[in-house]
């Protein structure tokens, strides 16, 4: 008895699949469970949004080696990272007082200290509200490169202005 043969076209299709489905470890799969679920209940999955409310999510997702990352843990939950609910927290809390506020530079100030003190006492402490990140990336004078924005180079950094809808990612080490 022999199996009955299967058309390249057939295996093709299996592979895809096995990509998507199979080819994920069990933690993976548990984190794109969760994803889906977020999703379905209309949860913004920007990776600053989940880090906020879901921070077990991501902390589970970045635990996955080799590096996997939200992006394609988002991809794989069959969502498009662009076209992703999105939630942008419009202040920031000092560390040292508890104060939220848009951005901290000139409150720091008042404290007697500044921005690379501050950083350095807390390390990856935000100084400007993502909100504010946002805008300030999106200008871009004389429609040439926009300045460098103040934020850890593997996160992507979401527009809800001027109905800008893209996702500027930044691969990790560029
Ligand atoms: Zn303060």
Redesign the pocket.
Known sequence: MSRPARSAEARATLTKVARRTDALSPAQRKVVAQIARLQARGEPLNLTAVKRRHPALLEATYAIVPFWGWKRAIEAAGLEYARLKVSLASAVE??????E?GA?PI??A??GTSVEPYVTEYPGAEIVCEELRARYFMRSPDGGRARRPPVPHWEPLWSAFGGGRGVIHRAAGS
């Open positions: 000092c560390r040292l007082c508890g104060r506020l901290l409150h720091l008042a404290h």
